[in-house]
């Protein structure tokens, strides 16, 4: 009885080993992942090495939304408006303030989580379409305001604010397409691991439990408009360094890159991903960046066409996202080496 | 966390009365309406500690309406209900697991898509004190009270006998094992009282019988009061030390399980129509 205690608390439950990898899976994955990761910069062109990092980007944008509607069943149609507000806060303080790139995370990762939280709360009242349609009033609202000439002196307007892409420091051989690749990875790690460790806690468990059932929820002693405004500030926080590492790599911003195109993108991303799932986020985040390219390289006349039939192969192909069909298959090779070990 | 001890000390149940002299519940004249309807008239009774009260009554007498008071979801008109001598009502619905009231719900209210074992580590909620930052952060503090809040869990796991199933989706376990991992949810933070909403509602014979005796054992195991409704007359009167009788929001009877079921207006109300 005991030993099967300490042995079960430790593995991954079994709602997800029934399709996820086992322990020694994982450990392969994971180091040949962090291989993958650390050859690109020294094998691709520039310009992969930037797509990459900009679709690691996207990717922790979409992580962000994914901890609203995944995991805590929030809706957002407004992503793109914490993106933006990530984006122009670490530009504002490069352009007009002069202080280090560094900084610029951790202050647009701030701001994006009072901004958000505070937009949270009165979203409590919403009921999932309406919140949906509060949120897209955001991202309508977002590029309007970041151009009117009340703010324009700090904006830029409609012609944005160029920065200087930074450079590596300590003076590390590396070209500033490679060492922005190598920062966002660091940040993308941090963020991962931070996303993995509050979903499997007692917070994260929260979460979940209030996607579920809300008033089960507060009848277990959770405070579920408390957690469900944290998780939009988290979200938020989440997206809004993405912006700000956007605003880095792009080295500048304007308020039609952040239009409503870019919150549906996140959410297209969010779903093809697999919804609540970390490592999707991964997939959403190459699918945003590249599909749209793959569609024009068929057709110019009809890229939309073709990313349209593309999604909706995707979505039927996958239709629990790229991280449910490597659970299905992941769980059918595990059958089958039972199987075939027997 | 210590688990409970496993051999419960019987302290004889007439001293324990008289050594706490105010009931763990006061339910004070409670009346709770909907637009026209009713739903509570006025109803009172007190439980003391360690008791195991049943509230029987016809479909819409009020049963759950009563525990939604409990739980915060309703607010009655009138009327107060004190628990250990304290208002209830002034308190939000998320603050009434930390009091030490646990429920489980008349239509099955788990978190569907989680385990088992996460269900049951919702239900310990109260007794963490982890946030959003500790947690993503993983502070060695926050692990040691994962580990606290799992053993909970896993007591309770092998308590309701759910070990087999402790990694399931719960939505995917066969409705009488969901309902004792609700059971299992509902004793997680500890509580002094449990709430049981027909907790026999869609069981079968052979599980009926094993729940009856459950609820003592958690009764004199654990230590828990026990506010139960139920249906199933044979279980309320075999197993209950009290029970009230509701019709139409009204009480119309109460006292020991023999005396309810001698009651005229009860017989009338209730046993006459839909005797089991
Ligand atoms: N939220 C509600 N809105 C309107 N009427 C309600 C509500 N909850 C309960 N009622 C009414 O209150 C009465 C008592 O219901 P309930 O407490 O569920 O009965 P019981 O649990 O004893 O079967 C019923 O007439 C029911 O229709
Ligand atoms: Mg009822």
Known sequence: MMLRRTIETRGPPAAEVAGMATPAWRVIVFVLGIVVLATIPFVLKNFYIFQITLAVIYAIAILGLNLLTGFNGQFSLGHSAFYAIGAYTAAIMMDGFDISYIWTLPAAAMVCFVFGFLFGLPALRLENIYLALATFALAIAIPQVLKSSLVEHWTGGVQGISIIKPDAPFGLPLNSDQWLYVYTILVAVVMYVGAHNLVKSRTGRALIAIRDHPIAASAMGINVSLYKSLTFGVSALYTGVAGALGALAISFVAPDSFTFQLAVALFVGLVVGGVASISGTLFGGLFVLFVPNIAEHFSKGLAGAVYGVILLLVIYLMPTGAAGLVRLIVSRLVQQGRASGR | ?276
């Open chain 2, 1 to 276: 966390m210590s688990a409970p001890a496993a051999v419960a000390i019987e302290v004889p149940r007439a001293a324990a009365r008289a050594m706490t002299a105010a009931p763990l519940i006061d339910v004070r004249d409670v009346c709770v309406r909907f637009g026209g309807i009713v739903a509570l008239d006025c109803v009172s009774f007190t439980l003391p500690e360690r008791e195991l009260l049943g509230l029987i009554g016809p479909n819409g007498a009020g049963k759950t309406t009563l525990f939604n008071c409990f739980s915060r979801l309703y607010t009655p008109v009138s009327g107060d209900i004190l628990f250990e001598g304290q208002s209830i009502l002034s308190r939000p619905p998320h603050r009434i697991a930390d009091i030490g009231i646990g429920r489980t719900f008349q239509n099955l209210a788990l978190f569907r898509t989680m385990s088992v074992l996460d269900n049951v580590r919702v239900g310990s909620h109260p007794l963490g004190r982890s946030d959003f930052l500790s947690n993503a952060l993983k502070l060695p503090w926050t692990v040691r009270e994962e580990k606290s809040l799992a053993d909970i869990a896993w007591e309770l796991i092998d308590f309701l006998d759910l070990g087999e199933v402790a990694h399931r989706r719960v939505a995917d376990l066969p409705f009488g094992m969901q309902k004792r991992v609700e059971l299992a949810r509902a004793l997680a933070a500890r509580p002094k009282l449990l709430l049981l909403d027909e907790p026999a509602g869609g069981l079968n014979h052979t599980e009926i019988h094993g729940l009856g005796e459950l609820i003592r054992r958690i009764r004199d195991e654990r230590r828990v009061t026990i506010l139960l409704v139920e249906h199933h007359m044979s279980m309320v009167m075999s197993i209950c030390d009290k029970v009230v009788a509701l019709d139409f929001g009204k009480k119309i009877a109460e006292g020991t399980p023999a005396e309810v079921q001698r009651n005229e207006d009860v017989i009338l109300a209730y046993l006459g129509t839909t005797k089991k």
